[in-house]
């Protein structure tokens, strides 16, 4: 290891290191221990979910890796938010708020301590992200071990992963399947630890990491049980310590470039519309603006040549085995950057050299895709002047175009009550308002409710809408991320029941048969619904007055002061 000046050791120098050099030593350190590069290990290990109940184990294997490449490890938590936990909950609420904390949680640490490095460990959804803004905001050199997926359950002569669950809550409740069927699925469906073995949003953050350039091949889709995944982290924590003498930062890897490529990558798997929200707010941290239309843009040239369950039959083992992101790279070569930089230390041309394609019908070739336009689509209209988002690979070809009378709820608990209450009918449009950022507060994902749909049979028939978000595990006509948001004063808090409202997906289209007069003279009548009264006085009425909107990805943005 080459020697240079690290930044930690303003911590341990002369005689006023004293105190810091007695807090390392009171925890086991050695001075030699403190001369070498301080690592902080992030880890946002808890024990209540799959997706980080395995992070205590791999941080070890990551910290034995820092302390043979001569550094020294400092591991610390963040907090860990399992949207499985919380879906069609009051919890739900907390979810997103929770990826600004996690970031500050880091910022906050790094700014603290004088950390030379990080490695995170990351678990699903928010925390990935949270982990990427607090990296990119601090801009130490940083690498990310993400948790891995699932495993599938294998019975009923299928495989079963966490969104069969959701769909078969829709079943039961129409008798489709007994009981005893239903608690088989519940037991066995999520079979290991790991993120749930769909394309949802922890698998897509754990992808899309790999595709930034900010892990090492292989971690987005090696299974979180394979001793791969340990061989890996041992990886990793070399790696971090090489970083740091090469003084390899995240504003050098996650360039604009590196966001288009995978902005393209995601397009190209059908990942999750979450993703709408969270690429933007990560390149915000690093001074790097992508608009909504961006997406929208790159979709119409991007085929969607992989997508996974709910939307197929192939899960993420079937990706792993089929050559994972960077097999997906190599198919995609034309059309993207391959020179920029990533954790390696080498370009993604040198990474993408050494993958291979193992499955044509997994990942397909480009001349016979999934689908001619990427997985993800924005529509506009009088509806959502400022955008609204698709997952248009898991839409049915029925419900590509439809047009129905619109059933107004105010929260996603009216909603759940009126499918539960089996009261929908074939042709409706759901519309669920005042569950945005700053409506909800914290942008609940209607998960359940969109899941209720399919399982229930009308997924090729009922479409819902919502300034709300979906989960990356949703499938069917469900239009999220509606913008502006019912609380802003949008037009979706204008719509009553029976308006006739059209989709259009094919042409970016979601209207609803309202002239602008007839919006304006109703929203002029509107009260916005107050956010929830037992949220004042705490962090989410705090977020309720920071948020920006969904399109801006929906982060907490003070008001810049003037000195």
């Known amino acids: 290891m080459n020697k240079r000046d690290y930044r930690s050791q303003i911590n341990f120098q002369g005689v006023t290191g004293a105190y810091t050099r007695a807090m390392y030593r009171a925890t086991g350190y050695t001075n030699g221990n403190m001369k070498g590069p301080i690592i902080g290990v992030v880890s946002a290990y808890a024990e209540n979910h799959p ?59 790094v700014g603290g301590n004088n950390f030379d490095g990080l490695v995170m460990l990351s678990s699903c959804d928010k925390s990935p992200v949270g982990m990427l803004m607090g990296a990119t905001r601090t801009n130490l050199p940083t690498i990310f071990l993400t948790n891995g997926p699932m495993e599938p359950g294998r019975f009923y002569g299928k495989e079963w992963v966490m969104s069969d669950i959701k769909e078969a809550m829709g079943r039961l409740n129409i008798g489709e399947i007994t009981p005893e069927e239903f608690e088989k ?107 909504i239309d961006l997406f929208d843009q790159l979709s119409r040239e991007t085929p969607c040549i992989a997508k996974f369950k709910p939307a197929t039959q192939y899960n993420l083992r079937d990706f792993y085995e089929a050559g994972g992101v960077q097999a997906v790279y190599k198919r995609l070569a034309d059309r993207i950057n391959t020179e920029v930089m990533t954790v390696t230390g080498h370009p993604l041309s040198d990474n993408i050299a050494q993958a291979e394609i193992l499955n044509d019908e997994v990942i397909r070739p480009l001349d016979r895709p999934f689908h001619q336009q990427g997985g993800l689509a924005v529509l506009k209209g009088n509806l959502a002047p400022e955008g609204a988002i698709v997952k248009q690979s898991a839409v049915d070809p029925k419900m590509l175009a439809h047009t129905g009378p619109a059933r107004v709820f105010d929260s996603e608990d009216e909603v759940m009550s009126y499918l539960m209450d089996k009261k929908a009918k074939p042709g409706d449009i759901l519309v669920i308002r005042y569950e945005g950022p700053k409506g909800g507060p914290g942008m609940k994902e209607m998960s359940i409710p969109a899941a209720l749909l399919i399982g229930m049979g009308l997924g090729d028939s009922v479409a819902m809408i919502t300034d709300g978000r979906f989960s990356g595990a949703s499938r069917g006509p469900c239009i999220g991320h509606v913008c502006p948001e019912a609380f802003d004063g949008g037009p979706i808090a204008a719509v009553r029941d029976g308006d006739v409202i059209e989709v259009d997906i094919p042409n970016r289209k979601l209207n609803v048969r309202l002239s602008e007069e007839e919006i304006k003279e109703r929203l002029k009548q509107v009260q916005p619904k107050e956010p929830y009264s037992r949220f004042k006085g705490g962090f989410l009425e705090m977020y309720h007055q920071m948020v920006q909107p969904a399109t801006k990805g929906a982060v907490m943005k003070g008001k810049k002061n003037t000195f």
């Open 185 to 291: 699925i519940e037991t066995d469906a999520a079979f290991t630890i790991g993120a749930c073995a769909m394309m949802g949003t922890g698998n897509t953050m754990g992808c899309t990491i790999e595709a930034l350039g900010m892990s090492l091949p292989g971690s987005g889709t090696i299974p979180a049980t394979a001793a791969k995944r340990r061989r890996l982290a041992h990886e990793t924590g070399i790696q971090i310590v090489q970083m740091v003498e090469d003084d390899l930062k995240p504003r050098d890897i996650m360039t604009w470039e590196a966001f288009l490529n995978t902005i393209k990558f995601i397009l190209a798997i059908s990942g999750s519309s979450n993703l709408f929200l969270h690429l933007p707010a990560v390149a915000q941290e690093a001074g790097i603006d992508i608009p």
């Open 51 to 109: 997706g980080c109940h395995h992070l205590k184990e791999l941080a070890q294997f990551v910290k034995n890796g820092i302390w043979r490449a001569g550094g020294t490890p400092v591991e610390f938590h963040i907090i860990s938010i399992c949207d499985a936990l919380i879906q069609g909950k009051e919890g739900m609420h907390y979810s997103l708020p929770s990826r600004d904390l996690n970031a500050a949680e880091i910022e906050v640490m």
